[in-house]
């Protein structure tokens, strides 16, 4: 069954650090952007980070919000999407989710930090700062 699967959530304080994966299972060819959005409680679903790459380094997008703080990459050849948070701050808070397009779109059309543009979801993972 083809499926993201996120892993590497948890509770870390402030100032701390967490890596984010997620794997695109049995999908037959690699996406063309994945990213992460994240949800905290009673607030909507927001874009953190996207990524555009078939192959080599790619393209990418990051919030105001985390940009110098949270890096996104990703393994092409095993389709694997990373998300490194640094220096996390309790506003980090949420449900992190995995996010890919398989449909080509440009980079000049393409919004992404919009939800509704991308057409595969996992399930999400936690992470959680206290401060």
């Not at 650090?17 to 999908?27: F, G, H, N, P, V």
């Not at 990524?51 to 890096?71: E, L």
């Not at 948070?85 to 440009?106: I, V, W």
């Amino acid at each position: 069954q083809m499926q993201l699967l996120e892993s590497g959530g948890g509770s870390v304080q402030a100032g701390g650090s967490l890596r984010l994966s997620c794997t695109a299972s049995l999908y037959p060819y690699a996406p063309y952007y994945m990213g992460w959005f994240r949800q905290a409680p009673g607030k909507e679903r927001e874009g953190v980070a996207t990524i555009y790459s078939r192959s080599g380094a790619g393209v990418t997008f990051y919030s105001d919000s985390v940009k110098g703080r949270f890096t996104v990459s990703r393994d092409n050849a095993k389709h694997i999407l990373y998300l490194q948070m640094e220096n996390l701050k309790p506003e980090d808070t949420g449900m992190y989710y995995c996010a890919a397009d398989f449909l080509y779109e440009s980079l000049n059309s393409f919004n992404w930090y919009e939800a509704g543009r991308y057409n595969s979801w996992g399930q999400g993972t936690q992470v959680t700062v206290s401060s």
